[in-house]
């Protein structure tokens, strides 16, 4: 069956440029989850949606990031005004359950390069 | 911040047990150890989650010691696929997953 997919998979921005990642989670997954990982460094965490309900935003950097699920279905992290700092590989993934011991499947995610 | 430790790097022969250990002393009683894996360019991979008993899939062997303070990850017969890095996670009653940085396991020929 189809696991979560992400689009672009690789996204070349010029800095100042706004850039929108886009996740198809796995059909009737309840939650849905982005993060950030550095060069090196394991995923950390961004954000969580329960359906279309934003539960979690502790983890965006800053007000640049902009995270929306409309439908409960597919997401988009909005990135604005892109800096350097932003170059990482954005995951998402889903979870059918909402409890605690839900398996989350990832995406391959999206590769950033800010130049 | 990461509630666990875990080495940096492992090498394991093709065929041979890898044993990938994890400590996490301060786990409470209601927090379960997760392990997932990320292959070179992909997404993390659940593999296998235990609470207080040992857990097995066909995956992998989960061992807890019986104060909770320390794991071990065990894949049985470990093939060149099996490379990548390792991650153990203590996770509480949120739903994120605070990774590390993992254990990156070579298997060679």
């Known amino acids: 069956g189809a696991g979560v997919s992400q689009s672009p998979r690789y996204k070349v921005a010029k800095r100042g440029q706004d850039v929108a990642l886009r996740c198809d989670p796995i059909s009737g997954h309840v939650s849905l989850f982005w993060y950030q990982q550095a060069l090196g460094q394991g995923p950390e965490f961004l954000t969580y949606?329960?359906?279309?309900?934003?539960?979690?935003k502790s983890g965006l950097p800053s007000d640049r990031f902009f995270a929306e699920r409309p439908e409960g279905s597919v997401s988009t992290l909005k990135i604005q005004r892109t800096q350097q700092e932003d170059s990482a590989v954005y995951l998402c993934?889903?979870?059918?359950?909402?409890?605690?011991?839900?398996?989350?499947?990832f995406g391959p995610g999206t590769r950033l390069t800010v130049l | 911040d990461a509630k666990t430790t875990q080495p940096t790097s492992m090498d394991c022969a093709e065929g041979r047990a890898a044993n990938l250990p994890c400590n996490h002393s301060t786990i409470s009683g209601n927090e379960y150890v997760y392990w997932y894996r990320q292959i070179h360019s992909q997404g993390p991979q659940y593999i296998i989650h235990g609470l207080k008993n040992n857990e097995t899939n066909e995956m992998a062997s989960l061992i807890i010691t019986e104060d909770r303070k320390s794991s071990t990850l065990i894949l049985p017969h470990a093939t060149l696929r099996d490379t990548a890095v390792y991650y153990c996670?203590?996770?509480?009653?949120?739903?994120?997953?605070?990774f590390g940085t993992g254990t990156r396991l070579q298997v060679f020929p």
């Open positions: 993934a889903s979870s059918l359950t909402n409890t605690v011991i839900g398996e989350q499947f």
């Open positions: 996670i203590v996770r509480d009653n949120t739903d994120k997953l605070i």
């Open positions: 949606f329960q359906n279309e309900a934003q539960l979690d």
